[in-house]
């Protein structure tokens, strides 16, 4: 609600509002998308709305919720891009957002890339992905919306500790607050820069993939480089979830001999190595 605000009154007048009910909280998300509808009525935006039952679609691709509602949010978002030709998307990610994301893909194990957190400007399918609000936190934009009057709709759902997510942000992060003092948000901010300035380096170098992968070639490559050479193909041959652990998976098929020759993936997917060469096909073709 602040970002659409913000946007407004900074001149955009043809914006296009976008509300997803992801079918997981009943009248709540009703009564956050007649909010939404409200305020796109009263600045004369675009206004679109869709449904999406995204525990069905996490079962069907064996995904948790939490990806399974960002995916179904991409592609509705999509969608609505394509039917009113717009170029740019704009999202209200913040500090604490990034915050969060960085301290969470640290601890699951995650390269420079997932340390490095959201990036300001990003593209994505021919989408590009604006988030203006990342060097706001959380208490700065509630004081906005308190000072100019803003209503706002709390997900109830953000309470829920039995998304790891929030027990990052209910738990962890108050407790690291405890013991280091405030300072280590800027010091998990200013760690996510850096990160994503030497990612961005270190893409530039990997060669574009190819439908299948050379093991001779792979293995000619320093081991860093591999590796994002390979993380970079399962990316972008669909492998929901891909990070360290399905790269790890593929890259033990260069074992000639003594490694296996078929290895499962997220998302139904199988990698194989066949005659120097490794290739995805579905598990029940």
Not at 41 to 60: C, F, L, S
Not at 74 to 100: G, N, V, Y
Not at 107 to 129: D, H, T, Y
């Amino acid at each position: 609600m602040v970002l659409l605000h913000a946007l407004h009154h900074l001149g955009f007048h043809k914006l296009i509002v976008c509300h997803l009910n992801h079918g997981l909280r009943g009248r709540a998300a009703r009564a956050d998308g007649n909010l939404v509808r409200q305020a796109a009525t009263r600045m004369r935006a675009g206004w679109e709305t869709a449904k999406a039952d995204v525990k069905a679609y996490a079962a069907q691709n064996k995904c948790s919720v939490e990806l399974a509602a960002r995916e179904l949010r991409f592609a509705f978002f999509s969608r609505c891009a394509r039917q009113h030709r717009c170029p740019r998307l704009f999202l209200a990610h913040h500090a604490d957002d990034q915050i969060e994301t960085s301290l969470f893909n640290f601890l699951r194990g995650s390269g420079a890339a997932g340390i490095a957190g959201m990036k300001p400007v990003s593209n994505r399918a021919g989408l590009e992905i604006i988030r203006p609000l990342l060097g706001l936190s959380r208490d700065e934009i509630s004081a906005y919306a308190r000072e100019k009057n803003i209503p706002w709709r709390e997900d109830a759902s953000n309470q829920d500790r039995t998304y790891t997510r929030n027990r990052l942000r209910r738990e962890v992060l108050p407790a690291i607050s405890t013991a280091l003092g405030p300072s280590h948000r800027a010091a998990i901010l200013r760690a996510a820069e850096i990160l994503r300035e030497e990612d961005a380096w270190m893409e530039s170098l990997v060669p574009p993939v190819t439908k299948q992968l050379a093991c001779e070639t792979l293995r000619a490559m320093p081991e860093a480089l591999r590796r994002r050479f390979v993380l970079r193909w399962l990316k972008e041959q669909g492998v929901p979830e891909a990070g360290f652990q399905e790269t790890m998976r593929t890259l033990a098929l260069l074992n000639d001999g003594r490694g296996p020759a078929k290895v499962s993936l997220p998302g139904d997917f199988h990698a194989r190595r066949r005659t120097g060469k490794i290739f995805l096909e579905p598990s029940n073709p």
